[in-house]
């Protein structure tokens, strides 16, 4: 495999559920992403993972709590969703230096909560 | 507060015409530029890359140009092809964080 894995590719869960989204980068790469696409609105950041440490949690609801175990895996943790937290959750990767950075990224997970 | 405006939200463009997609950004201090391509239901791609030390960046069929006076970018497609439809998104950033606009859909008709 290459690139960045997600799974699952989609996933229904009730308010009350638990469940976790899971990302794989096979680049080589030590910073990890989780970003948030809802409808109609720009693409938010929610959580940046730099060599394996949380560097940046943008203001982002306890009911979504990330885990990075190393630098090839990245885990989204989901309890007690509400409906508005239904989108399209994308984990991308990058390679941190000097300079400018590409991102790349996974194919998402599109949740909905019912 | 958006930091990276992209006005247009949508975009038709008849096919082997240029296409070309507008941006405009806050923040002076960055300093490096990238657009994503975004099909439905997939991750965003990235497509081409500009440093702020040049004004002009071109690969194949689409070049990015960049005016820093203006806080401006754009990125042209040409010829556009009906691949090439899908939303595009600019973003820029530091090395560890990057901010995207609002995309704008691009429709390349026949």
């Known amino acids: 495999e290459t690139g960045v894995t997600q799974t699952p590719r989609h996933l229904v869960m009730g308010m009350t559920n638990k469940k976790s989204l899971k990302c794989e980068q096979h680049l080589g790469h030590n910073a990890m992403y989780w970003y948030k696409q809802s409808a109609k609105k720009p693409l938010e950041l929610m959580f940046v993972?730099?060599?394996?440490?949380?560097?940046e949690n943008n203001s982002v609801p306890s009911r979504f709590s990330p885990e990075c175990p190393n630098s090839s895996h990245l885990f989204l943790h989901l309890h007690t969703l509400q409906p508005e937290d239904s989108a399209l959750y994308l984990c991308?990767?990058?390679?941190?230096?000097?300079?400018?950075?590409?991102?790349?990224f996974g194919q998402g997970t599109r949740l909905t909560v019912v | 507060d958006q930091q990276v405006k992209q006005n247009s939200p949508s975009l038709s463009v008849q096919e082997g015409r240029i296409s070309i997609l507008n941006c405009d950004y806050t923040?002076?201090?960055?300093?490096?530029f990238l657009w994503y391509k975004k099909y439905p239901a997939e991750g965003p791609t990235f497509l081409i890359s500009i440093s702020s030390i040049k004004d002009k960046n071109e690969d194949g069929r689409f070049t990015v140009f960049l005016n820093k006076s203006a806080k401006h970018l754009s990125l042209h497609i040409v010829p556009s092809q009906p691949g090439d439809s899908a939303v595009y998104f600019c973003?820029?950033?530091?090395?560890?964080?990057?901010?995207f606009g609002t995309g704008t859909r691009l429709q390349v008709t026949l």
């Open positions: 993972y730099s060599l394996e440490e949380r560097v």
């Open positions: 923040n002076s201090m960055f300093d490096y």
């Open positions: 973003t820029t950033g530091t090395a560890s964080k990057l901010t």
């Open positions: 991308a990767s990058s390679q941190v230096k000097g300079g400018g950075t590409e991102a790349f």
